[in-house]
């Protein structure tokens, strides 16, 4: 079974499965299309990798900062 392609937008962080050499598992996203191009958050490293190869490393997609404002202003309403 192959796994599922993420939806991702460029600036999203996402976790993947084997640390960087430096360390890190954190990569931001920062091109998208056949290929997703990713930047390590630590080294400043940037690799791109194909949308299927990128999809089984995935471990998580971090919350970004903009969805958990939006979220918490919908939970603050009387």
């Keep these: 079974m192959r796994p599922m392609l993420p939806e991702l937008q460029i600036d999203d962080v996402v976790r993947l499965r084997k640390p960087h050499p430096c360390g890190n598992y954190k990569w931001k996203v920062y091109r998208l299309g056949a290929d997703i191009g990713l930047e390590c958050t630590q ?5 791109m ?17 903009e969805d958990i404002q939006q979220s918490s202003k919908l939970t603050d309403l009387p």
């Design 43 to 47: 080294c400043g490293r940037r690799l």
């Design 49 to 65: 990798l194909p949308r299927r190869k990128l999809a089984g490393r995935i471990k998580q997609i971090m919350p970004r900062a």
